[in-house]
């Protein structure tokens, strides 16, 4: 029998309708459009507004367009993984809410969290349920609602995040489209970099941490820039090596979009030009999980049978990773 990697078949992404400009940021916090474009590359981001809202609203429009894109009935899905570090509620899973508003009623679902790289952890571990032959449909989302935990009083990070997401569909595949590697990685003691200081267990809301402001992402940029650049392109260029690529191999890199300087760091020591580097971080800034679905949601109808794509991302934890796709489907 001839081995079955796990294919992409279908991408949706959505973001909501909010544009939050520079323009407006500078009327919040001491900065300005030039800083902010020349240090990260972002124009403008998008915002969830309205009361009772969270990151399963972002997820749910996607994965429905998902079906409708893939010709898949709710009940066919059998397995649906949210990648997300902000979810709608501590429990139960953002993936739980999804599936029973979408009406899948035949999967079963969880969460995974692993900061930016929530997506590529995912995509990883959804690739498995597919190999080994036990599901045939598994719905991967990454999605974020960052303004929720993102202080707009600090300008170090309110000018980076944004809201959004997207989700890809998997089904197996014998003819060598699909996942074909992935390396991931993580290191806990980067955590003092960027986390969020309360409201876990660890230290559970009270009325002294909302004064101190603990509920908001807190990140040392500088450090974690210096991981991030090294890290990113430290797995792509390992992804490659382990499956013989060279640059001229390769059809396109989706980078996770944190900051535009990561990005041409990580293009760079892969040897990519900036002509196959996905990009949306001027529109989208840093949308956690977002990204990468979103890049490649915006980019599908580039994308070719065959195309040899890296999917790279860094964050929070500090967790990191690269995947190898073979693209299995032309512009429909
Ligand atoms: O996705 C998860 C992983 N996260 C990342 O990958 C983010 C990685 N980090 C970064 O992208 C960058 O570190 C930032 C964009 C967050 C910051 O850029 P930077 O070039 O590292 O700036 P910096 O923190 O070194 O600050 C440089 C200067 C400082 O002023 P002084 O001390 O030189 O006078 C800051 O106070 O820029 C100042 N500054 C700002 N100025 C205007 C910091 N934030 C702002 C701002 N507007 N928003």
Same mark, same amino acid.
């Given at each position: ?9 279908? !991408?949706?992404?959505?973001? &909501? ?37 969270? =990151? ?6 996607? !994965?429905?367009?998902? @079906? ?17 570090? =902000?979810? +709608?509620?501590?429990? &139960?899973? =953002? ?28 995509? *990883? ?13 598994? !719905?991967?989302?990454?999605? +974020? ?35 074909? +590697? *992935? ?45 991030? !650049?090294?890290?990113?392109?430290? $797995?792509? *260029?390992? $992804? ?12 396109? @890199? ?22 196959? $580097? ?8 840093? =949308? ?41 489907? +032309? &512009?429909?």
């Amino acid at each position: 029998m001839s081995k079955i990697t796990a294919a992409i078949t279908g !991408v949706a992404g959505y973001v &909501p309708d909010y544009v939050l400009t520079n323009k407006e940021l500078e009327t919040m916090v001491d900065t300005n459009d030039e800083w902010i474009l020349s240090r990260t590359g972002i124009k403008e981001r998008r915002i969830l507004k309205g009361e009772g809202k969270g =990151t399963s609203h972002i997820a749910v429009p996607a !994965v429905l367009d998902l @079906l409708k894109k893939t010709n898949t009935k709710p009940e066919e899905v059998e397995l649906l993984i949210c990648a997300t570090t =902000t979810p +709608d509620m501590v429990f &139960p899973a =953002t993936a739980n809410l999804i599936t029973a508003e979408i009406g899948a009623v035949n999967a079963f679902g969880y969460d995974l969290q692993a900061a930016c790289s929530g997506f590529l952890f995912a995509l *990883a571990t959804a690739s498995k349920f597919i190999e080994s032959g036990q599901y045939k449909k598994v !719905v991967v989302v990454g999605a +974020d609602k960052m303004s929720s935990i993102i202080d707009y009083t600090d300008r170090t990070t309110c000018i980076i995040f944004g809201d959004g997401g997207g989700a890809v569909m998997l089904e197996p595949n014998t003819d060598g489209y699909g996942i074909q +590697d *992935a390396v991931l990685k993580s290191d806990g003691s980067g955590a003092q970099y960027l986390h969020m200081k309360a409201g876990g267990s660890r230290k559970p809301a009270t009325m002294d941490t909302i004064l101190a402001r603990e509920h908001y992402a807190y990140q040392e940029g500088q450090q974690v820039f210096k991981f991030a !650049v090294r890290g990113m392109a430290d $797995v792509s *260029a390992e $992804v490659m090596e382990r499956n013989n690529l060279k640059s001229e191999d390769i059809a396109w @890199l989706v980078p996770h979009q944190a900051n535009k300087r990561i990005i041409d760091a990580t293009a760079n020591r892969m040897g990519v030009g900036s002509e196959k $580097v996905m990009l949306n971080i001027e529109r989208y800034g840093n =949308t956690t999980s977002g990204t990468i679905p979103l890049c490649l949601w915006e980019y599908e109808n580039q994308l070719k049978k065959g195309d040899n794509i890296i999917l790279a991302a860094f964050g929070g934890g500090f967790t990191w990773g690269a995947i190898y796709v073979k693209w299995a489907y +032309d &512009p429909k």
